[in-house]
């Protein structure tokens, strides 16, 4: 469940980035958007795998494949987005 829940946050702030691209520069902006999320998104999926390790007691082993979800899937809908709009 926890799962989901960080892949809906993902989701979600990859639609916030695109309502700023475009709100700041119309539709052309939010291809460039899409490629700003990428950073934000891989650090707060970093967190999410630091605070999986540290709070609930998993190893980086086991960490790992679910930072590569978690990262992977709005990543690609992000990638997505610039692909049909650059």
Do not use: D, Q
Request: glycine letters at 12%.
């Amino acid at each position: 469940m926890h799962t989901i829940i960080v892949l809906a946050i993902g989701f979600g702030l990859l639609g916030a980035c695109a309502l700023a691209g475009y709100l700041l520069g119309g539709v052309s902006a939010i291809a460039t958007a899409a490629l700003v999320f990428l950073p934000l998104w891989f650090i707060g999926a970093g967190i999410n795998m630091v605070l999986g390790v540290k709070k609930a007691g998993y190893s980086v082993a086991e960490e790992a494949p679910m930072f590569l979800l978690v990262f992977a899937v709005p990543a690609a809908a992000a990638l997505v987005v610039w692909w049909m709009l650059r």
